[in-house]
Nanobody, 120 residues
């Protein structure tokens, strides 16, 4: 199983970014995927997750601004981030596992991360 993120970058506050996470090695929909983020000096936190049955969960801090979705044709999970704030600045990681840990960081497979920087 491999996990690879892309789509990070720098935007001004109020802007949008879409992150992509390609997951390879699992059968169709047989896994849960989540996005986490970690800012310097802070603990890694769960941002959004999607289960194999499409059930979704979001951190309170991003609810209404971020949307997670999955495209099983290409095995990609997206994180659409709107109304970005400087406090969203962090390294964003994608994680996958056959067990659906939702926003708990117990996932077995992780990507290398993609940086998101939001300036005020």
């Amino acid at each position: 199983v491999s996990v690879a993120e892309s789509g990070g970058g720098s935007v001004q506050a109020g802007g949008s970014l879409r992150l992509s996470c390609r997951v390879s090695g699992y059968p169709y929909r047989a896994y849960g995927v989540a996005w986490f983020r970690q800012a310097p000096g802070k603990q890694r936190e769960g941002v959004a997750s999607v289960d194999s049955d499409e059930e979704k969960h979001y951190a309170t801090s991003v609810k209404g601004r971020f949307t997670i979705s999955r495209d099983e044709v290409d095995h990609i999970v997206y994180l659409q981030m709107n109304s970005l704030k400087p406090e969203d600045t962090a390294m964003y990681y994608c994680a996958a596992d056959v067990f659906e840990y939702r926003l708990d960081p117990k996932y077995e497979f992780w990507g290398q991360g993609t940086q998101v920087t939001v300036s005020s």
